[in-house]
């Protein structure tokens, strides 16, 4: 018995020096920057289609409401036709899913949202990914954006090593998507599940040790107090992606005259604009918007080729904008936790107490901290 008490006390001690070395680091960066103005807001309800823009976005458990609740499976047999597993379909890897378009009719119904609809339509026609030539199905299908659950098969999904139990939507809406893509796919619902935060990239993690969230983060690392790790849907990391007008700006300069970077391609939740310059957001530790959202950034987006997707192909595109992955490779990979991938935005997460509150475009917002450093994707501080 007074082992484990000792136990307690040396772990609490422990947890107590810990968090003395990350208040030192918290405290000794700057606190404000850029006074920036939010230009552009997106949704996704289904991971890697295409998404829809917004004018007002209200913030959800786990994101935006309505952001990536539902996702692709490809199925995956043997040669005795039984399924070994579902893989998630990915842009990056199906650049094919671009001619995949998503929104959401809310109906001015959002946090219960008992009326909202997904919309998906198609636009593949005349492409080299036409595998529904003979399907007579309309090319738009219609979905409830909070299905019922009851009934529904579940089926074991995983994204980036994070695994969730989904529901599965039904076969209507399997074929719609297996005669389009050429391959066997179910769309499935997470529901009221969700998948755990890896790694450092939380705020509950040290690296989202804040100034004024000191005490309630050591809840979760004292042992017996109360700790709730955060949770994600089918978002790739965190519940947020941030990027800048500016320097999605910079990118532009790097193609040939007459193009210009479509800043969709980096699939953004947030877009601001008033940034220093462009990639001074790699620093960005927390933004503050207005009406009290505070918004920590944890870890750096690194880029995969989806972003050198042609939206009327569903093809790397031909032109110069087909290389806007190799162009940015040349001097972007700033991370040295992602070493062989360029890096653009950073990914945040909204504390419980914003949810329901508002994002809206012209919202201003300001960096209320400054790292010294870049973050290290998967790492934490003190690693780095």
Known sequence: MLFGVVSDVAMAAAVLLTALGVLAW???????GDMLEVSQLYVYPVKSLRGTALKTAHVGKYGMVGDRTFSLQRVHR?????????????????LQMALFRASVEFNEEFENAPGAEVIVSWHGRGTDFDTARNVHT??????PLRPSIEGREKIDTVLHTSEAPAYDMGDEYATWFSDRLGMEIRLVYIGDGSRPVLGSFAPNSRA??????????????????????ERLVFNDIAHYLVVTEE?????????????????????????????SGPFVEDYWGELT??????????????????????YNTGKTATDDRGMVWKKLNKDRRVDKGAKYSPVFGRY???????????????????????NKERTTFGMFPGQM
């Open 289 to 310: 918007f207005d009406g009290g959202i505070q918004m920590p950034l944890t870890a750096n987006c690194y880029r995969c080729q989806s972003i050198t997707v042609d």
């Open 348 to 370: 945040g997460y909204c504390f419980g107490e914003s949810s329901g509150k508002k994002l809206f475009l012209g919202q201003k917002a300001q960096v209320t901290y400054i």
């Open 138 to 143: 309309e090319d738009q299908i219609r979905f």
């Open 247 to 275: 320097s999605n700006n910079q990118v532009t300069s790097r193609l040939e005259a007459g193009y210009e970077m479509d800043v969709r391609k980096f699939r953004p939740n947030i877009v601001v604009k008033g940034a």
């Open 78 to 94: 043997n040669e005795n036709k039984e399924i070994t597993r579902y893989e998630t379909v990915l842009a990056g890897y199906y």
């Open 26 to 32: 918290v405290t000794s960066r700057p606190h404000s």
């Open 208 to 229: 989202g040790l804040l100034k004024g969230r000191l005490v309630s983060r050591l809840r979760g690392l004292v042992p017996g107090l109360a700790y709730t790790p």
